[in-house]
């Protein structure tokens, strides 16, 4: 069965760290695209951070830059999520997917649209509260 499995949240104080993890099981993501989402209650779904198959793209949300580090280790196969600084905003249910790159979308297209993802995992619950 092919899935992603997330890891790695949980409750942190304003300005603490997470690593969340992005395991695949029964494929490996060498040759996917990757990103993180996140959900918040009341609120649409958006793109926190991406990374290319090569690991030479990346890309965050001006939400999260300087605070997120998005990361690959193909040996593992295995993406992270370095959440840093984190404020009670960064609370939500974070989701990683994986996009088999296609020629129909544009280069960038998979670190916001949930809608050309091929995988997705169940996510991770990230809550920031004092």
């Known amino acids: 069965q092919l899935q992603l499995v997330e890891s790695g949240g949980g409750l942190v104080q304003p300005g603490g760290s997470l690593r969340l993890s992005c395991a695949g099981s029964?494929?490996?993501?060498?040759?996917?695209?990757i990103a993180w989402f996140r959900q918040a209650p009341g609120k649409e779904r958006e793109g926190v951070s991406c990374?290319?198959?090569?690991?030479?793209?990346?890309n965050y949300a001006d939400s999260v830059k300087g605070r997120f580090t998005i990361s690959r280790d193909n040996a593992k196969n295995t993406v992270y999520l370095q959440v840093n600084s984190l404020k009670a905003e960064d609370t939500a249910v974070y989701y990683c997917?994986?996009?088999?790159?296609?020629?129909?979308?544009?280069?960038?297209?998979?670190?916001?649209?949930?809608?050309?993802?091929?995988?997705w995992g169940k996510g991770t619950l990230v809550t920031v509260s004092s």
């Open positions: 997917a994986a996009e088999r790159p296609k020629a129909l979308y544009g280069a960038q297209d998979y670190c916001t649209r949930g809608d050309v993802m091929d995988y």
């Open positions: 029964g494929f490996t993501l060498d040759y996917y695209n």
């Open positions: 990374i290319s198959n090569s690991g030479a793209s990346i």
